[in-house]
């Protein structure tokens, strides 16, 4: 199976950094407003949240709230550590929208003389498919791949959990120190009419979420451009909003195109699967796109994520 990268992952643009990941420059653009703990369990999808949480690990019921935030109404973030402020720390980043929990990073859960990348791979795995379960539901039906990053500093893993034929990994996990970070990718729901790959790269691998965004038949008609063209100005250190600038064409227009082709997509990719909610709009969903898209035509690729 191909090993996949997908350093830019949609999400991470509104994450609050973790010990594996810092969060893109994009954090300060966006306004985050603090929770207090009466807040996250009176609204509806902190309390969800936490409820599904205490099903999944019951200890983490005398876990202390020790920070939550909304960004823009985009995502909720939770974070809970056991209380003392030491040990154990699960945080949970949840779609505002959707109510999806998009990334789950879970950290001193082993002891600190045998940290989860001292352990072997098989043991990795292990601890992983076990957040995952528990979390997320079975992942029998998924393929595996797992790697060593090839960075300098920290050893890092990444594994892949796919879909059989999926452009994309449905689960994509790093493993650093002792934490664990999952995101939830939903690779099935990956475009399928992908006309190139690799628009941009990181470590020499295509960055399938920029691929994504930008395989957008509506986008190449507003730019006049080819997607061979597109990925060829974009490897000589162009961003999107640079080579619309050069066609008269504003940010604003290149952002309409893209959030509405990813809020369509989406809402119709949950309709398939009956898990649209009420009051759910096609606006609400480009409100929330809007930041993530901005990230990627902004980005250059010469520059890391």
């Not at 810092?22 to 985050?32: C, F, G, V, Y």
């Amino acid at each position: 199976m191909k090993k996949r990268l997908i350093s830019g992952l949609v999400a991470t643009a509104i994450l609050i950094p973790t010990a594996a990941f810092a969060a893109p420059n994009l954090i300060e653009m966006l306004t985050r407003t603090p929770m207090t703990v009466e807040q996250v369990e009176g609204d509806e999808v902190g309390k969800a949240t936490l409820e599904k949480l205490y099903n999944a690990f019951p200890e983490t019921k005398s876990f202390e709230i020790i920070n939550a935030s909304k960004v823009q109404g985009v995502q909720t973030s939770i974070i809970l550590q056991e209380k003392g402020g030491v040990g154990k720390k699960i945080s949970l980043h949840i779609n505002g929208i959707t109510g999806a929990i998009e990334h789950v990073n879970q950290e001193n859960w082993e002891p600190k003389e045998k940290p989860l990348t001292a352990l072997t791979d098989q043991e990795i795995k292990s601890k992983v498919d076990y957040l995952i379960d528990k979390m997320y539901g079975s992942i029998e039906e998924y393929e595996f791949a797992m790697e060593q990053m090839a960075n300098t500093g920290q050893k890092t893993f990444m594994l892949n959990y796919s879909k059989k034929e999926s452009k994309t990994p449905f689960y994509q996990v790093f493993v650093q120190d002792n934490t664990i970070s999952v995101s939830l990718i939903g690779g099935e729901t990956t475009p399928s009419n992908i006309k190139v790959e690799g628009f941009f790269s990181t470590n020499g691998k295509p960055d399938y979420t920029a691929d994504s965004f930008l395989n957008d038949e509506k986008l190449f008609s507003l730019l006049k451009i080819s997607p061979t063209e597109l990925k060829q100005e974009l490897a000589k250190g162009k961003s999107v909003v640079e080579i619309a600038a050069s066609k008269n064409v504003s940010k604003q227009q290149v952002i309409d195109v893209i959030a509405k082709t990813q809020a369509e997509g989406q809402i119709q990719g949950e309709n398939n699967n009956d898990v649209s909610k009420s009051n759910r709009s096609i606006e609400q969903m480009i409100k929330a796109i809007e930041p993530k898209v901005l990230q990627v035509i902004e980005h250059k690729t010469e520059t890391p994520w």
